[in-house]
């Protein structure tokens, strides 16, 4: 917005306008919440600094374009978990796990092995409940469908902990490729980058590519991939077939698999073709008893996070509209629970 803008939907000078900018006059707490109000945001965005942390994008849709939708959103959830972590003695997160930055894609696949480890997988199963599994490591997920027109996901390592943001408007495979992503730049505590389009054979060299490499080999790991592979070949399954079963027990889309049946000899770049053709239909799965499940679904915010907002709801710490706000508008004020009637003598806690 302009000054002129801002000067006139908040009924103000654009004169007074520019000298509050320009620190040469005060501003009022009604100014400042009208201010705040016209421009989408809380009062404590003036007084407080963003916190420290490493912010990550990943935006394949508009490579290298700016995501003010999914930068404002990010900020406000790292705002609001400093909030809690500050005002719940009960609540911390824990440091995430550092891992040693890869080289090259070989390091990549090593570091997705270490992180599995930390997560508590072997080495074949699936990563399910991706939120729920890495909030116990230090990371929130919240899934919110911000539009097409944006960035598939973000993330900020904060001085503890970590938040990332997933956009819930595309599809699960894609959701949970951009959550692998995210998890590899805390884990590696990246400096910011924007995504450039990863090209379907580039240069391995590139460091999104071995984040890229990261998430493929932690959400389709090695001896998982090998182990079924071996199994397709001993039924003679055909490749539709193989890749329906591989894409819907593994939760991810169909290029990401083509990519990573690639990477590990499996099939050739012909046949890799073929498998992102794949669709998969309601009739594969009733015919290979498939269990569909739609994770890091718009709207989510992470267990333990609602739990903290819950506890400071009981404590009277915060209101019921500060409770709503925290959880994203996901609850309505029925949802929250009943309070308990304060005794009278408690008055003298807000009388003197």
């Not at 520019?18 to 100014?31: D, F, H, M, P, Y």
């Not at 705040?36 to 007084?47: N, Q, T, V, Y």
């Not at 490591?137 to 970590?162: K, P, Y």
Request: net charge negative; charged share 25%; aromatic share 6%.
């Amino acid at each position: 917005m302009t000054q002129a803008q801002l000067a006139s939907e908040i009924s103000l000078d654009r004169s007074a306008l520019a000298k509050i900018e320009n620190g040469s006059r005060r501003v009022s707490a009604l100014e400042l919440s009208q201010i705040a109000d016209a421009l989408g945001e809380r009062i404590e965005w003036f007084l407080y600094e963003t916190p420290p942390a490493i912010v990550s994008h990943r935006n394949l849709q508009d490579p290298g374009a700016a995501s003010v939708s999914i930068d404002r959103l990010i900020e406000r959830l790292a705002r609001n978990v400093e909030f809690i972590q500050e005002n719940d003695s009960a609540w911390s997160l824990p440091a995430l796990p550092q891992i040693d930055r890869p080289a090259n894609p070989a390091e990549a696949e090593a570091a997705a092995s270490k992180a599995r480890t930390a997560l508590g997988l072997d080495r074949t199963e699936p990563l399910y409940n991706a939120a729920e599994t890495v909030s116990r490591l230090g990371l929130l997920v919240f899934s919110v469908d911000i539009g097409a027109e944006t960035a598939d996901a973000a993330s900020i390592l904060l001085e503890r902990g970590a938040v990332a943001l997933i956009n819930g408007n595309i599809q699960i495979g894609r959701r949970r490729l951009a959550f692998a992503h995210e998890l590899g730049h805390c884990l590696f505590a990246d400096e910011y980058s924007v995504d450039w389009r990863v090209a379907e054979y580039d240069d391995s060299s590139a460091w999104e590519s071995r984040i890229d490499r990261f998430a493929r080999a932690l959400l389709l790991p090695r001896g998982g991939m090998d182990q079924a592979w071996r199994q397709f070949q001993e039924r003679n399954e055909d490749l539709r077939t193989r890749a329906v079963k591989l894409a819907s027990r593994y939760r991810v889309d169909m290029s990401t698999l083509a990519r990573r049946l690639v990477e590990l000899g499996h099939i050739d770049r012909t046949q890799a073709d073929r498998v992102r053709q794949v669709r998969t239909t309601r009739a594969d799965i009733v015919d290979l008893n498939l269990v569909t499940h739609d994770e890091l679904a718009a709207p989510s915010t992470p267990r333990p996070y609602d739990e903290a907002v819950l506890r400071l709801f009981r404590a009277e710490m915060i209101s019921s509209a500060r409770a709503i706000d925290l959880l994203l508008d996901t609850w309505s004020e029925d949802d929250l629970p009943a309070l308990a009637p304060l005794p009278e003598n408690a008055i003298w806690q807000f009388v003197s």
